[in-house]
DNA sequence: AGCCGATCACTACGGGCGTAGTAAATCAAC
DNA sequence: GTTGATTTACTACGCCCGTAGTGATCGGCT
């Protein structure tokens, strides 16, 4: 059960992914919690002091949702990476999709607001990091850049189908090829 | 000399570019065009006909800054294409930084108001087709594909370093690799 | 010159926002 | 079981927002 305010941050994060940055106001979150008027205030005095913990908590739940599936899928192959990516692709479009735009609602807001980049900013070393292990393990020969530059592919991708959304079935192909050609030194199969 | 409109546009756009979305008011437009309050009002009554009136704006200015580099820069090999990439890059990232983050926040926003997608939707397949041809040109044997792949790469590439802005020197290998990489059949050199 | 339609500058107002402050409730410790 | 401190629920206030409405100003047409 999560406590009082992670519900609050919860609510918070479908807010900012479902109405947008300005709907994020203490009344909205209170009221997406189903909690009284005022608890988002006692917890976040100011309305930055929300955002920053918004951003403390998205980054802490994108860590647990990595480890999860760190422990289900383990791709050995190319493909198998690919199949997996198409996965993340196809809930982040889908049952995920608030928590999606929430996500780049954020990185748009670090862009503004440098204060927000430093928490973002160490997620995002901690998923390099990770993944690249991964990647070293199915053989890529050169993991940091080849993860950065996959990371960087799917994040674009899934920007646009966020925002021009085209048909669920050309994901896998495009993300198969893309697999294949940023990570040509992984074992292809 | 820009009509009255589209000053006002223009300066929701810098607005938007370096306060966010939740800044993005009709006395702020005002404020940031050095007009009378209420300027911003008369031309667009809502928020609503406000922002889908950015969106117009913005779009027709893409299509000018393509125009503009199409006549000045054409590259004839993979390398080539990389440079002017990385120039591009560098100019999205530096000079022109609010023009960038404006229009993330205006992808954020479309993702969640289906009624936006239209007008950027055209523009993306504009600029597809437009890059696509160029890709053809210099021997590209899938122009399609490997556009939409470099599009989303590039995409990705910027939205990451406007959150956390990396070293300027690491972007030219990191384009001209991803390039190659993204499209192999074109002319290298 | 004189009118007329459109554009513009400005004001007015209701509503919702962020924020601060206060009562009530809960709990720990003794 | 009482006390005291912390957490929770709620209220109050001032500010700024979006929006509507009203004169003033300008240009084209006869």
Chains 1, 2 share one sequence.
Not at 20 to 40: E, K
């Amino acid at each position: 059960m999560p406590s009082r305010q992670e519900q609050l941050l919860d609510a918070a994060i479908d807010v900012l992914g479902t109405q947008g940055t300005r709907a994020l106001t203490h009344r909205a979150v209170d009221a997406a919690a189903s909690m009284p008027a005022g608890s988002a205030t006692n917890y976040f005095k100011t309305r930055d002091a929300l955002v920053s913990a918004v951003v403390a908590r998205f980054v802490a739940r994108d860590r647990a949702a990595w480890q999860a599936i760190a422990g289900f899928v383990q791709p050995t192959s190319a493909d198998g990476l690919a199949a997996a990516l198409t996965g993340y692709v196809r809930r982040a479009l889908g049952p995920e999709r608030a928590v999606t735009v929430a996500r780049y609602a954020l990185f748009v807001e670090a862009a503004l607001r440098p204060e927000l980049r430093a928490p973002l900013a160490v997620s995002a070393q901690e998923l390099r990091t990770w993944a690249s292990d991964r990647l070293r393990a199915i053989g890529s020969a050169d993991p940091d850049r080849e993860c950065a530059a996959l990371l960087d592919y799917v994040d674009g991708l899934l920007l646009h189908q966020l925002s021009f959304p085209g048909p669920p079935e050309a994901l896998e192909p495009m993300i198969t090829r893309a697999v294949h050609e940023l990570c040509p030194t992984v074992t292809s199969g």
